[in-house]
């Protein structure tokens, strides 16, 4: 994230950070070459510093104009570091320091190179070799991008031949001799690799192991004891397919299995960085994921709602909520949400979680050059983001329109009756603030004054930065209060009477407006003017940076609501603060040439559906959930493989390039995307060939040393993998052991309790609520507040994902701190207690029928006599000191196999 610049040479700092950029580049091939070949470095620098674009007036498109220098004067003296002006702002002599983010510091080493490089004369190749591509020169193919010394990567059909990027094929199913493994294409097919890389099979599981392994695995909860005897008494042939048919209609289905996605989603309820400020209506999007899980939306029509719920012919309220994909990743509030770097970074996040959690691949790897391994070009990057280009955040709805029309209504009757009263209120204070304000401008240097007090029109580039540091702190005294957000401030005695009695007006009205009707976190197309109604919140991104800074689109009412958003530039998105001033070819939307065909243009026009809208999210949408998509079915089934066995087919879920992992059995995963496709992209579907095969239903409790020395990570899965349970299903499955999970299904999230001394350390304008352990905070873990800044430690110790970020698959650690957490939280001391209540109240008062109760519940089994016979000692030994079977309990939970999938 772009920090906020300070100082009063800005413009500099920024020219000095892109240059640094060449330099280094420059100084490493000076250790190879007395003459360094800059033509690598000339497309960083010259798309702000080149012979079309010349950023504070500088170009480095030869040696003669770095030593003309720009606006601040020569850049670098030859043979003469010491008095450089690059030299002196990367060492500090110079005030700001450089490079500034989000430029990394340079390292002792680096300084050493540019100091040397200087000194030795900055020695430079031949100008012909320095001369860059002219802007809007064509190349010999014209539909390759050439500007500024960027030529864009030409895309062949070797690039295509990549295995991901070819259509999945069904391929021909193994016969073979063992009818275990011949009931389903999924064994065949496991049991051919086992046979190429000579592994045997382990033998079936027990029915009490399969049962409390469907449950953890569908609902995240324990089966009961009189569930696990029904199951491994039922005579029926059937009985196991059975089960599975009752876990997945068992609305605790889609509350285990949302939690894959918020995962993938980078879903939170703040919104990260300093201030990681509440977001109050979040979890409506959380409770779309479970409700899509429960009712098996097919997962094409999950993917369009996501990314382009309010552009679908006739949207609905779960496809507006669905949006809140989009709008899920971090933000910086308040005034910040005028730096329109922000809006870009943004649009990176969008694209980066987009194309990892659907396709699995890092487009956004080329956001400054073309990617290194994978066949995408920057051009691909630009296209993308035009695409999103034209959204804005927006809270959609959730009543009909006649509805929201009363509540609006009444409430800007009122609203309106405020904002005189506020006008008031300001009308008295403003002789006071102008006077307070003029005392603070007279502390700042004189050209800062002298730029804040030149008419906004007039001013320069580099007074426009220096006169937004004026405008940042007058920004801290003085928020809008015709908006309710300005502190008062000190006024004479007679004029504070009659602010009070203006006030306490304004408090009856507030009291007088209805409650806001419900609405979804989301997203749609327009500019801000666009759309009136619902207003927008704090750091709602769009409207307002367009306008200041001339990037607005346009609505057409004529043409069915159809909104045009404004044009993307290449090359747009560097460290300049006005990227209105980088202004290279346009270009249009579109999918990823590697992925598209030769002439295919996807982005067709809008549905006309009474939303302004431009139609291509929809259009990039459809791209995806394609049939003729190689990636998507791949993509989803990998991560449904991964959630079941521990391990996806591909061990890189987000990554399917170049730099992931090719699958361990890709007749395997190309069958399952293949079938995915066939049934409907019905996700039920797949749980049910999955778990009903031979390779699910195999014992974990099986050793055989030639098969641990050729696969000693069990990659192609001789025996089912043992997994540790995540952070969230530990708890769930203590508070299912204990009897005190509370079944209470969606809505706001709750706050585990957390002690202060963790809650005071966070620096955050955002909340955590303060919470004791009791029914109220005992409700499932996919319904815990979810905050960017602080995680529920508990939940952190066992490995939650960073929410900043879309987590492919979590890591599994073993640190000391799970045992302590364990041992010593709260949460577990007070459940084993409560367990240990359920266990006398089922079992009685006898300590072996206890000891069999706990072993039931918490592992869907009977003890063996050595187990039962320890565990007696135990309860023996602490019986003198009272509350026995509460410790036997709080062990139970401190193993593994209650802490683990087998």
């Not at 990743?329 to 996040?349: A, C, S």
């Not at 309710?484 to 000190?490: D, E, F, S, V």
């Not at 309790?753 to 955002?766: F, M, N, R, Y």
């Not at 209540?837 to 029928?849: F, L, N, Q």
């Amino acid at each position: 994230m772009h920090r906020k610049f300070s100082g009063a040479k800005v413009s500099a700092a920024v020219m000095m950070a892109i240059l640094l950029l060449g330099i280094l580049s420059i100084a490493a091939l000076g250790q190879r070459s007395q003459a360094p070949d800059v033509s690598a470095i000339l497309a960083k620098c010259q798309q702000c510093h080149g012979t079309a674009v010349q950023m504070s007036k500088l170009s480095v498109a030869s040696r003669a104009s770095l030593l003309q220098g720009g606006s601040h004067g020569p850049a670098i003296v030859p043979g003469n570091a010491a008095e450089s002006l690059l030299y002196k702002r990367i060492t500090g002599e110079e005030k700001p320091v450089m490079p500034m983010a989000p430029v990394p510091a340079l390292t002792p080493q680096e300084i050493a190179a540019v100091k040397t490089w200087i000194d030795q004369g900055a020695a430079w190749p031949e100008e012909a070799k320095a001369t860059p591509t002219p802007a809007g020169t064509q190349a010999a193919d014209p539909s390759l991008l050439v500007y500024n010394g960027y030529q864009e990567r030409k895309i062949t059909d070797a690039d295509r031949q990549w295995w991901s990027f070819k259509k999945p094929v069904r391929p021909a199913i193994p016969q073979g001799n063992d009818a275990r493994w011949s009931k389903s294409p999924i064994d065949a097919l496991v049991k051919a690799k086992l046979e190429e890389k000579q592994l045997t099979p382990a033998r079936p599981a027990d029915r009490s192991t399969l049962i409390r392994r469907a449950y953890l695995d569908l609902l995240g909860l324990l089966p009961s004891p009189a569930e696990v005897d029904a199951f491994v008494k039922d005579p029926a042939p059937r009985a196991y397919e059975n089960l599975i048919d009752k876990l997945l209609a068992s609305p605790h289905y889609g509350e285990r299995w949302a939690r894959l996605w918020l995962d993938v989603a980078r879903y939170s309820d703040s919104t990260g960085y300093e201030y990681d400020y509440d977001v109050s209506e979040a979890w409506r999007y959380r409770d779309y994921v479970i409700k899509a899980f429960n009712e098996n939306k097919p997962y094409n029509q999950f993917i369009l709602e996501q990314l382009a719920g309010d552009e679908l012919d006739k949207p609905t309220f779960d496809s507006l909520t669905a949006t809140g994909f989009v709008r899920l990743g971090p933000r910086v509030l308040d005034r910040d949400l005028e730096n329109p770097n922000y809006r870009f970074d943004y649009i990176d996040d969008i694209i980066r979680t987009t194309y990892q959690s659907f396709q699995a691949l890092s487009v956004n790897c080329a956001r400054c050059h073309d990617h290194k391994f994978d066949p995408i070009t920057r051009k691909d990057y630009y296209k993308t983001i035009a695409i999103f280009n034209g959204f804005v955040e927006y809270d959609h709805p959730l009543v009909t329109q006649d509805d929201w029309s009363k509540y609006q209504k009444a409430a800007d009757d009122i609203n309106g009756k405020i904002r005189s009263l506020r006008q008031q209120v300001t009308g008295i204070e403003e002789p006071y603030r102008k006077e307070r304000f003029q005392r603070i401008l007279s502390t700042f240097p004189a050209d800062i004054q002298e730029a804040y007090n030149t008419p906004e029109e007039k001013r320069t580039p580099g007074q426009k930065l220096l006169a937004a540091q004026v405008a940042t702190v007058r920004g801290d005294e003085e928020q809008d209060f015709n908006t309710g957000g300005r502190a008062l401030i000190k006024v004479s005695s007679e004029d504070d009477q009659a602010r009070k009695k203006l006030l306490d007006q304004i408090d009856a009205l507030t009291k007088q407006i209805p409650p806001r009707p419900p609405v979804a976190f989301g997203v749609r197309d327009g500019d801000f003017r666009f759309i009136p109604h619902p207003p927008f919140q704090p750091g709602s991104l769009g409207g307002i940076v367009y306008e200041k800074y001339g990037f607005t689109g346009k609505y057409l009412p004529q043409q069915g609501d159809r909104y045009e958003p404004p044009p993307t530039y290449f090359a747009s998105n560097g460290l300049m603060p006005f990227p209105e001033e980088i202004k290279g070819p346009v270009v249009e939307p579109g999918f990823l040439t590697v992925l598209s065909k030769p002439g295919q243009q996807p982005f067709a026009d809008p549905p006309k559906n009474g939303y302004p809208s431009s139609g291509r999210r929809r259009a990039l949408a459809e791209a995806i959930a394609s049939e003729e998509n190689p990636l998507t079915a791949r993509v989803m089934v990998n991560r449904i493989w991964y959630q079941h066995f521990g391990q996806g087919i591909v061990s890189t879920p987000n990554n399917f390039g170049k730099m992931g992992t090719q699958p361990s059995n890709p007749e395997l995963l190309d069958w399952l995307a293949t079938e995915f496709m066939q049934r409907g992209w019905d996700i039920k579907q797949m749980h049910r060939l999955i778990m009903n095969s031979e390779t699910y239903k195999m014992a974990s409790d099986y050793y055989l040393p030639a098969n641990a020395e050729k696969d000693p990570t069990n990659q192609f899965l001789w025996r089912f993998p043992i997994k540790r349970l995540e952070a969230e299903i530990i708890r769930d499955a203590v508070l299912s052991a204990s009897g005190d999970l509370n079944f209470q299904p969606g809505g706001k999230p709750f706050f585990p309790p957390v002690p202060e001394a963790v809650t005071s350390q966070v620096p955050t304008k955002g909340k955590w609520e303060k919470t004791q352990e009791d029914p109220s905070t005992w409700r499932r873990s996919v319904y815990a507040y979810v905050k960017r800044n602080m995680k529920y430690p508990m939940f952190e110790v066992f490995d939650q994902p960073d929410a900043a970020l879309s987590c492919e698959r979590r890591e599994v650690t073993t640190v000391p701190t799970q045992a302590l957490t364990l041992f010593n939280n709260e949460f577990f001391l007070l459940q084993a207690k409560h367990f240990a209540e359920r266990v006398t109240r089922e079992a009685g008062s006898d300590p072996a029928a206890q000891i069999k109760q706990v072993y039931r519940i918490a592992f869907s089994r009977e003890p063996s006599a050595r187990e039962l016979q320890q565990s007696m000692e135990f309860l023996k030994k602490q019986a003198k000191s009272g509350g026995a079977l509460a410790e036997f309990a709080h062990v139970i939970f401190n193993t593994n196999e209650f802490l683990y999938i087998n």
